[in-house]
């Protein structure tokens, strides 16, 4: 492995034994957690050069899992500093000792702030930028602190909304489960070796007791193996010191197909405000696992139904947190996209154009869609999987089926109603239902403008079927090489179905698996800081209506 250690760098190796573990013989999440805060909490002083404490620690996503005997290697670096506050990075890497192959076990950014020194106000050095790299972090940090200060109003905003969901569970649904047993306390008092060297309580020992409690709550709704896949931002509100008593509360708030998110909240009571029952909220966060059973197959939680107001609170809470931690994947992770690279081959353009309709009646066939937002005549959908998050609005139309399908199936119309669309040019008609279009988008987060080089093909029902398809894919064409000016990105999988509800409405359901170069123009909707998807939704309803009100549904 790689040991150089860059400037501002700080590098912890850790060697995975029994006493780090759990039961399956995999690292304790919490003892990582633990290194981590450690790592980030130095490599902060280092930039600083006085004390600092944890502020927060942002979503984390593992990747892998680690097992006794592996090695830990965990990078912490400062990629901004602000006046008093820093964000840090940190990325941990673990490497099998006898292969020394090396896997990505995760990567997170923490917030960490200076403790002054007496009456002495703090002015943070700025991060010196001495990489590509550094100045992406470096700019890439602005906006993830933007996520971190809106969080809050963002969450308030999705909750009013919340009275608004159509609620996907019904009294008396069969395989639905309460939550009511799975509520856990435990105590911790908070002794020395508890103690960071500023006297406060370790900000990464609270998150692992945090995770132990997580854990059991978790355990007894799935009754199998959790394992904790995603932490949903760490808030630090307050210190505690030796001597105080730490009462840590998890219950299990909503579960989406093979995850669960499970709740807890932190009091700290002093001697005398433990006398008195009067504590002090110092941290609440929100853990999300996953589970197995005994032969490591994947559990499926039962849904959730909510039976007190509290219960009800909980549980669209965390389908707000949820939408919001989907719209900040693409801010916080940054992850490059990977060029698909599908070429167009004009003698496979039938098989092409097959897998091109299959793919999005497959996507649209997936179950695990979970409703975000319901408006008049506009539900937006998310399904998070593995390695992809896919977006389906479903609008109701007040215009015939076949005269939504002309309109919507003809790309060159797609400026007149889609904001995001500049322009869009055919390019080559393969046939009477198949043409390859260039598209020009408009700008998303301050990059250059983004083009698309897409096959749309389009399907009108079949006797059986009552469902018209228009379906979206990037190709890649020598005839339309990238252009200087654009960013040239990619369509994974993306498109319209149409069906009939009756002569003169229908509905259209919009979908998109979304690529790294599609999501800047989504992550803020999905998230709840913007209203792009809804504003584009009623947009194109209004365009199809208008159209048929205006007479093209005579010409059809």
Not at 428 to 439: A, G, N, P, R, T
Not at 468 to 496: H, W
């Amino acid at each position: 492995m790689e040991a150089m250690v860059a400037p501002g760098e700080v590098l912890m190796s850790q060697a995975i034994q029994p006493a780090h573990a759990d039961s399956r013989g995999e690292l304790s999440a919490g003892q990582l957690l633990k290194w981590m805060d450690t790592t980030a909490c130095l490599a902060a002083e280092k930039h600083a050069g006085i004390s600092c404490v944890t502020a927060s620690m942002d979503d984390i996503l593992f990747e892998d899992t680690a097992r006794i005997g592996q090695i830990i290697t965990i990078r912490a670096k400062v990629t901004r500093a602000f006046s008093t506050s820093m964000e840090i990075s940190i990325k941990v890497i673990v490497q099998d000792k006898f292969t020394g192959t090396e896997k990505l076990l995760c990567v997170a950014f923490s917030t960490f702030v200076a403790k002054p020194v007496g009456k002495e106000k703090v002015h943070l050095k700025p991060v010196p930028l001495q990489t590509e790299q550094d100045q992406v972090e470096h700019s890439l940090a602005s906006e993830r602190r933007k996520v971190r200060l809106q969080h809050e109003n963002t969450f308030n905003n999705i909750m009013k909304e919340s009275g608004r969901f159509d609620d996907p569970i019904c009294n008396g649904e069969e395989g639905t489960a309460t939550t009511m047993g799975t509520s856990v306390q435990s105590i911790e008092l908070v002794l020395p070796p508890h103690a960071n060297h500023h006297g406060n309580t370790f900000g990464g020992q609270i998150m692992a007791w945090m995770e132990t409690v997580a854990t059991i709550s978790a355990s007894r709704l799935c009754h199998g193996h959790p394992f904790l896949k995603s932490v949903d931002m760490f808030k630090f509100r307050g210190p505690s010191a030796v001597g105080d008593r730490l009462v840590f509360n998890a219950i299990v708030n909503n579960t989406f197909q093979n995850s669960v998110e499970v709740g807890v909240r932190v009091e700290a009571f002093d001697c005398q405000e433990w006398a008195e029952g009067r504590g002090r909220h110092i941290n609440s966060a929100f853990l999300i696992y996953n589970a197995v059973d005994d032969q490591e197959e994947a559990i499926i939680f039962p849904r959730i139904q909510p039976i007190s107001k509290d219960d009800v609170r909980r549980y669209q809470g965390a389908i707000a947190r949820r939408r919001i931690r989907l719209g900040r994947k693409y801010v916080i992770s940054h992850k490059k996209e990977v060029p698909l690279n599908t070429q167009w081959d004009i003698s496979k353009k039938g098989s092409l154009s097959n897998a091109n309709v299959e793919a999005l009646k497959n996507l649209a066939s997936k179950s695990g869609w979970e409703i975000t937002t319901t408006l008049e005549k506009i539900k937006i959908y998310t399904l998070e999987e593995q390695d992809a998050i896919s977006v389906k609005v479903e609008k109701r139309v007040g215009s015939p089926a076949h005269t939504a399908y002309h309109l919507l199936s003809d790309f060159t119309m797609r400026p007149l109603w889609d904001p995001h669309y500049i322009s869009c040019e055919v390019i080559d008609q393969v046939s009477e239902d198949d043409l390859i279009y260039h598209v020009t988008c408009s700008v998303a987060n301050g990059d250059k403008p983004r083009d698309f080089v897409v096959l749309v093909s389009r399907r009108k029902p079949l006797n059986d079927d009552n469902t018209y398809t228009v379906a979206v894919k990037s190709v890649s064409l020598s005839s339309v090489p990238p252009y200087p000016q654009y960013i040239r990105s990619e369509v994974i999988c993306a498109g319209f179905l149409i069906q009939a509800v009756d002569s003169s409405s229908c509905t259209v359901a919009y979908l998109n698996q979304m690529s790294d170069s599609i999501l800047p123009y989504f992550a803020g909707n999905i998230g709840g800081w913007s209203k792009s998807i809804e504003e584009a939704a009623a947009a194109c309803i209004k365009f199809i209506e208008n159209a048929a009100h205006d007479g093209l549904k005579s010409v059809l």
